[in-house]
């Protein structure tokens, strides 16, 4: 019962690097989230999908970009890393529908020096 | 635009005493308003959500739409509800934004 897996757990970027956040989900969830945490500012929507081959932009897309080409996966990708995105990112989804519960990944935890 | 407001980012009862975390949204359709913790090195996960007035580990939370607050409460604090709890909002069109969250910490 996987649930919400992310790759990878933990990953150090020098600054200009690229890298790809990888969110697989085995519910046949419909909706899918990526999400920053950092200290004292909670929970940032970064970007979402409600399908697949669909994505829209959260409350801080820049720097980001997103691709639901599978419906169980959502991937973010980094072009060229900064120190700013140094943060856990939190991927979740959740079912079509008045209230569902969204499930959530353990966490990747980014630095970018 | 939607948002969610919590106004208290640390919150400290002891014990037994009644708490409040207090959750405050705006949003210009119906909400769905959810309540989600964090336990130390877990997942966040749900805890309630408000359409469907449960009690979870004791915990309640009333829609009020007048105010348009969502605020969770307990009526005796446990050691064991440390962490950190996060009001979120759902749009109808499935757009899903939380608050900074509130870190609940419960002394002996």
């Known amino acids: 019962n996987a649930g919400v897996t992310q790759t990878p757990k933990f990953r150090v970027l020098k600054t200009g690097q690229s890298m790809t956040l990888l969110c697989a989900q085995d519910m046949n969830h419909e909706y899918m989230y990526w999400y920053r945490q950092d200290p004292g500012m909670g929970l940032r929507l970064i970007h979402y999908?409600?399908?697949?081959?669909?994505?829209a932009k959260g409350e801080v897309p820049d720097g980001y970009n997103v691709s639901r080409l599978k419906k169980q996966n959502f991937l973010l990708g980094l072009e060229s890393a900064a120190p700013s995105q140094t943060s856990v990112y939190f991927c979740?989804?959740?079912?079509?529908?008045?209230?569902?519960?969204?499930?959530f990944g353990q966490g990747t935890r980014l630095t970018v020096v | 635009a939607q948002r969610v407001t919590q106004p208290e980012k640390l919150l400290s009862v002891f014990k037994g005493a009644p708490v409040e975390l207090k959750c405050n949204y705006s949003y210009s359709g119906s909400p769905e308003l959810f309540w989600y913790v964090q336990y130390s090195r877990q997942r966040l996960q749900l805890l309630l959500r408000?359409?469907s007035r449960e009690s979870i580990k004791g915990f309640t939370a009333d829609l009020n739409k007048g105010e348009t607050s969502f605020h969770l409460k307990k009526p005796f604090a446990q050691e064991e509800d440390s962490a950190m709890y996060y009001c979120?909002?759902?749009?109808?069109?499935?757009?899903?934004?939380f608050g900074d969250g509130t870190t609940l910490t419960v002394k002996p």
């Open positions: 979740a989804s959740r079912s079509r529908g008045m209230n569902t519960e969204a499930f």
């Open positions: 979120a909002l759902v749009t109808n069109a499935g757009k899903s934004t």
């Open positions: 999908s409600v399908g697949e081959g669909t994505t």
């Open positions: 408000h359409i």
